[in-house]
């Protein structure tokens, strides 16, 4: 009958890691488990190792706690760095004949790639109204059947790929999350950082900034003249927080943070004119984002409530 059916569990693979998640019908974690991998496996949100990211898949999910994962199907996130996405106007009614088309001719005007090359999906926003808009999103077909290739040579079935950003969104916004409010979420991961405005529809806007967290470690590393282990640990110990802080690691920190910050008050003025006001909230996540002082200098800086974000208390 299908009532004790286990869902996909969730999976979300970085340059540097990897993170799986199973979650009972009730939405409740019940496995988990997070790996560092090589550096050399993915670049930039490329596979460039399938065989070593195969090994190091099994080794996760083998290992997820408090018991193994045992279902084979999953949903996995793709890295938003590699993917194309752009909100359109397009005023033909989405039952129309003319809508795909019509849409074709709005992303062609700015899609760097040619659409026979892309696997796409798109979402409506506001449908049969004057404020009518369409999310499209695409993907390099070489890139997404790298990522079902190697899955599949894992042993898993994936039944869903999803846009990171995407993923998420469901994390971290609650159910009651709605009327014309908005939320942003910041990703501060190893090597990029991704900038989302989600709306009570879903995601509406995505952009990525190629500045994280390893790129903190390097300005320390470089500053002072240390290895970059050393600034690893000067950046966890310190943040930005500049108290007790002798050797200046919070000013350099802040210094290799501003191209994050002005990326992040420009999404909050294009989120102003394309949803009339500033976000309501915005969550920062990532293995950065714990950086000691980093959530109080982004309030202060940018004027908006900002909080540290739980994946775990909402799993998508």
Avoid: W
């Avoid at 004057?130 to 039944?159: I, M, R």
């Amino acid at each position: 009958m299908g009532l004790f059916k286990k869902v996909p569990f969730g999976l979300d693979i970085s340059d540097l890691s990897i993170q799986v998640m199973q979650l009972s019908n009730k939405r409740k974690i019940i496995s988990s488990n997070y790996i560092d991998i090589d550096s050399g496996i993915i670049e930039n949100g490329k596979v460039l190792n399938a065989d070593l990211l195969v090994e190091a898949l099994n080794t996760c999910v083998g290992a997820s706690k408090p018991k193994p994962i045992k279902t084979r199907e999953v949903i996995a996130s793709l890295p938003d760095s590699q993917l194309f996405a752009q909100v359109c106007v397009v005023r033909e009614p989405a039952d129309s004949k003319n809508f795909q088309a019509a849409l074709e001719q709005e992303v062609r005007a700015d899609m760097p790639l040619d659409l026979d090359d892309l696997y796409a999906d798109y979402q409506i926003f506001y449908p049969g109204t004057d404020k009518q808009e369409v999310l499209f999103v695409a993907a390099p077909k070489e890139l997404v059947n790298s990522y079902h290739e190697t899955l599949v040579a894992s042993g898993l079935k994936p039944v869903a790929l999803d846009m990171e950003s995407g993923c998420l969104g469901r994390c971290l916004l609650e159910d009651d999350f709605g009327g014309d409010n908005s939320v942003l979420i910041v990703d501060i991961g190893a090597r990029n950082t991704i900038i989302g405005i989600f709306i009570p529809e879903g995601l509406y806007f995505s952009t990525d900034v190629t500045v994280a967290g390893n790129e903190f470690s390097r300005k320390i590393a470089d500053k002072l003249k240390i290895k970059f282990g050393q600034a690893e640990k000067l950046k966890i110990k310190f943040g930005v927080a500049e108290k007790n802080d002798r050797q200046g690691v919070g000013k350099i920190i802040k210094e290799a943070l501003e191209p994050i910050a002005k990326e992040i008050e420009e999404v909050i003025e294009y989120n102003k004119y394309k949803l009339g006001k500033a976000p309501k909230k915005i969550f920062v996540v990532g293995g950065a984002s714990a950086m000691t002082g980093l959530i109080e200098y982004l309030k202060e800086r940018l004027g908006v409530d900002v909080s540290l974000g739980d994946t775990k208390k909402r799993p998508m």
